[in-house]
């Protein structure tokens, strides 16, 4: 293992001692260390392989012979081993501060520091928080009571309140523009924006050269991106509404009457609307829609305005904990949770009849209930013969076959529900509406690899196809794309980032076939929309696909023309969604369209470092331009000390790599070597500042979260009145000041949830000992892999690394996508190919 030159003992700049190269996994969790790891393979697309132990334990063993003996003397003063230092105090942060402004890290989140859970994906605690809040309200704020019913009526009116739902979802489609109506949240916001634009004062059309013609599979000639003049810009997230004077008094003077702080009734009003007060005076566990409330607060707050009317089985209370357990599951990417799971955890907050609260939630329309395995969908005759039982499942009919698949009962929120059944729809008809006897043979042929060859094949007789493979695979889409368009085919790539997007456009040769997911749905970027309102595209390429969540999906599939194709191209070894759902998992596990499984491996040490992780084999590999280095450290401290060490001075010298273009990547935000440590200790050494723009000065690196699971990075450039301006990889922003404290983080050090989809010339991982229960071969598979050139690894685990990488695979989440493709599709509409 080499280590960076021209460091000396006892310095900042001193070199680590030359020692065998122990494995980097790529992309996983967040990250080794800088300054004396070597690379090891690249698995593009091996996630769900088994692991091996004898290559994790000759890692761990290299690790052990390079440690460093103290933390003031350089990485090349090395002892026999490295000592993992005691994990740190926890990250997780109190909720519902005085000043109402401190985010939620919930009991799930565990004690080494690391994000809680997957909630943390989105890059912001604060704006986690905001959006736990503000989807609690919408499951229970907008949930009108139900009248009196039997238990077996319930259950049947549930049932049919969906069923009815889905049909209207079906027979809104049929409109130009008002699919998507029974969409929340952020899809919903992404929609609204792009209405604002196509429904305003002026038609649709004025904004464009001329009026498309509807779509059709294969027109004859492409349609210039250049032939529309500049659209308008559209914000990506509406603006949210200022709350009126009035409201907040009318709030502030409850919160008062309930002991809850004052300081909360900003954050209500943006929960629970104008009618907060109203709502919070009949209802207070309402208060639990704020972020960072915890129930035993909400139930103070309860006893403190209703006094002894209240008690824990009180159906409000029970209410607004399953849409709490339900909102928190789906920060975690669950977008249903089993019914048992629901009972228990509720049985954990003293309610004395779980079957009864979950019972009453479905009632109150908080919650749908859902069946699978065995007759999951009964008709209404066979709901109406049995009463349900304590469960609030029907009982089984004694006659029925004994060998029938048991019914297992899940809870899911509305919004989740209709997303998953939209998204199902909407990638049937693509299957389906999809010209499949395209003739693409002559374009193959030209394609730069037998591997994009296949791909360009397999999508002539697709609609829909999903494509698998690491960061040297990207070529593949691109050369996709590219023989598109040589058809006449109107076809672009999304990205889901801004640097994902210069990266297509780099290997596409041309930056009109690139855009960002969420330029092309405002219309800020892209074709624009036909006189239907829908994408004017024949092909969509969707690179980083397992960073699409259900209603992101959802959405971006609604807008798409029939006849058009449809093209998923992601690493299944990275870590998935910030948001709920597994779109891109499901999708492969369905089999529901064609595979193309990539066979271009990614180069060089870290490529080959990062693809043995994804078979779960922490190999050493040979670095020999030290494009992977393992700093060993023995504590957080040295951590954070060798850390500021390498992107400061180690890897400029070594690497002709500027520090604004070295990422720091560690597990959690909290923790004496999380990011709120880290990027402290980097602020002094890189870009020292008072911090008079509400913590921030000009030339500091931020990460912007525009909406919940977005995580941009950008660098401050100054401030004014109108707020804080921001430069987002050459695009700028400005975030309104009431919003800086919620959006922007410094980002000089990311969790790997935040870095996933996009890469920097080096990448700095960081592992302190209080991480290894955060570290598993998703999370270290995609901090590792976000290196161009360069991994320093700051190691400080031991052997949980290669523990990590062999025995802990990705977190199941519970989904309801897969069935619902497997039930629409055909199985001859997905054989695959790869």
Sequence with gaps: MTALPGETPGTDDAPAEDAPAAPAPRGG????????????????????????????????????EAASASSEEPPEAVEESAKTEKPSEAANSSVASADGSAAEETSETSANGSESAEASADGSESTEASADASETAEGSADAAPAAELSEAQAELAAQRELRERIEKRKAEKAAPISAGGGLSGTAADLLAAVRAVESGEKA??????????????????????????????????????????EALEAVRAVLAQGGAPEAL??????????????????????????????????????RALLGSECGPDDGRR???????????????????????????????HAVRDPDAAVLNAVE????????????????????????????????????ADADAAPV???????????????LADGLARLVNTCEKTADWTEA??????????????????AGLVVHSGGEAARAEPAALIAAARGLGLRAVGAAHSEDGRRRLAAATGDPATAVTLAGLLSGAQGPGRDEDGALALDLLVVLDAPQLDVEGAAVLVEALADGARLVLSGDPGVLGSAGAGRVFADVLAARACPQVVSRTPDPGPIGELVSGIGIGELNQVDAPGKEVVIVPVRDAGEAVHRTVQLVADSVPRAFSIPAEETQVITVGHGGAAGTRA??????????????????????????????????????????????????????PVVVPQERVESSVRHGWALSAHQAAGMRWPAAVVVLPGDAAQGLSRPWVYTAFGRGERHLSVVHGVDRALPHAVAEVPAQERTTRLRPLLEALLTPDAASSTG
């Design 408 to 422: 297992r009962m899940f809870l899911g929120l509305d919004r989740y529900a209709l997303a998953e059944e939209s």
């Design 678 to 731: 880290l990027n402290e200790a980097l602020k002094q050494r890189l870009n020292p500042g008072p911090g008079r723009f509400g913590g921030f000065d000009p030339g500091d690196r931020v990460v912007h979260v525009p909406a919940p699971g977005r995580a941009v990075p950008g660098v401050v450039r100054s401030a004014d009145g109108e707020g804080l301006h921001l430069d987002c990889g050459g695009v």
């Design 204 to 245: 649709g059309t004025a904004f464009f050269a001329r009026t498309a013609p509807a779509p059709t599979p294969a027109p004859a000639s492409p349609r210039p991106a250049t032939a529309q003049p500049p659209r308008p810009a559209v914000p990506e997230v509406p603006a949210p509404q200022a709350a009126s004077p």
């Design 364 to 399: 109150e329309g908080v919650a749908l209930l859902f069946g699978e395995g065995g007759d999951a969908e009964p008709d209404e005759t066979d709901a109406e013969d049995g009463e349900p039982d304590e469960d609030g499942v029907r009982e089984a009919d004694p006659t």
């Design 444 to 461: 193959a042929a030209g394609a730069p690899s037998p591997s994009a060859a296949e791909l360009i094949r397999t999508a002539a007789s």
């Design 29 to 64: 969790a967040d990250g080794p260390s800088p300054d004396g790891l070597t690379a090891g393979p690249d698995a593009a697309e091996a996630q769900e392989a088994a692991a091996g132990g004898a290559a994790g334990a000759d890692a761990v063993d290299v690790v052990a």
């Design 318 to 348: 029970t209410a607004a904990l399953v849409g709490r357990l339900l909102e928190q599951a789906a920060l975690r990417g669950h977008t249903a949770l089993d019914a048992a799971a629901v009972r228990t955890a509720l049985a954990g």
């Design 265 to 302: 009734a900003r954050p209500a009003v943006d929960a629970l609307g104008e009618q907060a007060a109203e709502l919070l005076r009949t209802d207070p566990w309402h208060l639990l829609a704020v972020s960072g409330v915890r129930p035993e607060q909400a139930d103070g707050f309860a």
